[in-house]
């Protein structure tokens, strides 16, 4: 009888074996650079895109306690705010400044019938306009910055003023708890507008727990992140300020300054962090590469390493190392990283950019060096780089191409079982894409490869909205709050 995969998997009854699908951070690589941002920029993550929603989600839990809801009844009155806000943004016109979107305003569109918002339906989990809501997104968030407390139902935190919040939301919680509201009403209800907290009493509210009064050494990373960034963009406006931040901080920061204090370590973490980014997205970029071969067409570890090997230049791991550019002009790092990466990518290149971030060990001192190679040993740290091409030096990098693939194949299988957890079902889930069927790899789709989010993005549009930048065709530049706010903390 022929060996089927339904026979080694076992009748109906037994159910399935285990299940796959796709997982992030294959190589788990990225908290060397995300923890450290996490302390930089406490309360910010890549998806807290607007702050006015800081307000109405402090303000939805606080409301939820005053009426003594549970935890799901909570959840269903902060997404019927999150409506009304997404609903407003959508038909206000005249917009203090221009923002992509509000959050589930893609939707919004669908729950309009005869000049009437049903908000009932578009707040619904699965069918609204969106699959569980926001909360996830800030409650978090509002917790860091002192808004919320940690209670699994969350009440309003030290730092959250009731007066400030329902003051700049007036008529927000009076619509939301309506299940039609009328287009006439929605727009009458501009001042609810994302555009329109920097003039309202929550703006200044949010202004206070972001970038004004720190009361914890968190809230002083932010607040010192914030002027290091109106900074950067004082001096290059531009249209990329992740890009202008990034560089300045990793290159244009002084080795071995004597300045000290607080500043100073805010600004050595965050060239820790800029220049370990780029080896991480080197290793990210990597794993796709050789990811696309697999999903091209299956093969062995062994094959793939050939494979590897086969798409690099025939030359030692010396030449490798001694054909870099300089890396540093008396106390400056030269930007080799950034040129590196505006190169057409190959895997080469790849390899040139994890070298580079070896060789970074012996130019950094510091917090810097600290903050750039972290406390792990097993993370393909720039150390363990180093090592590997001090070990060998005399290979041909085709060679040393080989053996690292089939590392890379079985440090991914490490972390992905290291993730594996039961279904409510039984059954074994492994996050991966990497599929191993007796030796012959695969897998299915397509593997991330961008940077770790330094969060400028968010970080540059919540200050947008509580202007103190202001964004247009030009770039970010600091607006004439964001001066005065620098003219007081830089």
Known sequence: MAITEASIEGPAWTGIGIEESAG???????????NVVDKLVPGVITTTKHARMYSVHSLGWSEAEARGLDYEDARALIRRCEVIMAAVHHFHSGHRIEINSAHGEDRIHRFIRDDQLNVADAARPGTGISQYGFANVYQGACVVIGALSTDRVPR??????????????????????RDQVSVDEIESAAHLCLCEIAEASDGDWLRRLLTEEPETQSDRHRQ?????LLEALREHPSPDPTRV???RLAFETPIGSDIEGERAEVVAMWQGA?????SVSAWRQLWRWLASEL???PMTAEDLGSRFADDLDDV?????????????HENKLLPLEASLADETWSTMGALKTLTVGALRTGDLEGAALKTFVGTETDDLGP???LDLLDTNRNKKIRDLASDLAVLLVRRAKRVAFSKMYLTRSGHPFVPSRLRDRDGLLSINGEEGAGPVALRTDSLVSILSELDLLKVDTGGAVPSDRGRTFLSRHA
């Open 24 to 34: 992030r951070n294959p190589l788990r690589v990225e908290p060397a650079v995300s």
């Open 156 to 177: 309003p935190g030290p730092r959250f003023d009731e007066d400030a919040v329902r003051g700049g939301l007036h008529g927000l919680l009076e619509l939301a708890d």
């Open 224 to 228: 010192i992140t914030c002027v290091l």
């Open 245 to 247: 931040f990034r560089e």
């Open 274 to 278: 800029a220049l370990r980014n780029y």
């Open 295 to 297: 999903n091209r067409e």
């Open 316 to 328: 030692s791991v010396e030449y490798l190392i001694e054909s870099l550019p300089d890396r540093r």
């Open 383 to 385: 150390r363990w780089v």
